[in-house]
């Protein structure tokens, strides 16, 4: 029986629902779409949460 290899860290500015993002970190990338975080934000799907005030992310 062969072991399976660990999954890999996530890359630097792919969106990871487990990471906590702030307005000071860079922006990340999911599906295609650039996005920066407003404020403290965990798990919070950039896709379904992201507007110009008072969302988690904004498209950049």
């Known amino acids: 029986m062969s072991?399976?290899?660990?999954p890999g860290p996530t890359p630097?500015?792919?969106w990871?629902?487990?990471?906590?993002y702030t307005e000071?970190?860079?922006p990340v990338t999911l599906e295609g779409i650039t996005?920066?975080?407003n404020y403290w934000t965990q798990g919070d799907d950039?896709?379904?949460?992201?507007?110009?005030?008072?969302?988690?992310w904004t498209k950049v």
Do not use: I, L
């Open 3 to 6: 072991e399976q290899p660990e």
């Open 12 to 14: 630097e500015g792919t």
């Open 16 to 20: 990871d629902k487990n990471k906590v």
């Open 24 to 26: 000071q970190d860079k």
């Open 35 to 37: 996005y920066k975080a």
């Open 46 to 56: 950039p896709r379904k949460n992201n507007c110009q005030y008072g969302c988690p």
